[in-house]
């Protein structure tokens, strides 16, 4: 079973699992502040949920590249929708600061 390592904590989930729900369902927020109400949750719309991911996941579908393709994304960044991505193999996962979760500081990080 795939390992994912986010917010100092080791979850295990099945593979291709949902990255989004296998974080909330383990309390691990994906949302920044305000976000967090205006979330689309988990069709790919809204952008909220961008995480660093590390590790092996699926290949970015046409709504990750879509969505991270319009601003304040950028579709050259390393970010990927949580939402729109299954974990394949372990995994480690960050996320930033900022409404978008684009900021420079990180507000959790893995460990492990």
């Known amino acids: 079973m795939p390992k994912v390592v986010a917010q100092g904590k080791l979850i295990e989930c099945e593979n291709k699992a949902n ?3 296998v974080l909330l369902k383990n309390g691990v927020d994906l949302h920044n502040g ?3 109400v205006i979330n689309c949750r988990g069709i790919g719309s809204c952008g909220t949920c961008a995480v ?6 699926s290949a970015a ?3 990750d590249q879509t969505r991270r393709s319009l601003p304040p994304h950028s579709p050259t ?3 990927r929708l949580a ?9 480690k996962v960050t ?3 900022g409404f978008w979760g684009q900021g420079s500081q990180i507000v959790w990080t893995p460990e492990g």
Do not use: A, I, M
């Open 34 to 36: 305000g976000s967090q």
């Open 77 to 79: 960044s390393d970010l």
């Open 52 to 57: 660093k991911v590390e590790g092996e996941v």
């Open 95 to 97: 996320k930033f600061d």
């Open 19 to 21: 990255l989004r729900k």
């Open 61 to 63: 579908n046409w709504r």
């Open 83 to 91: 939402c729109q991505t299954q974990v394949l193999g372990d995994v």
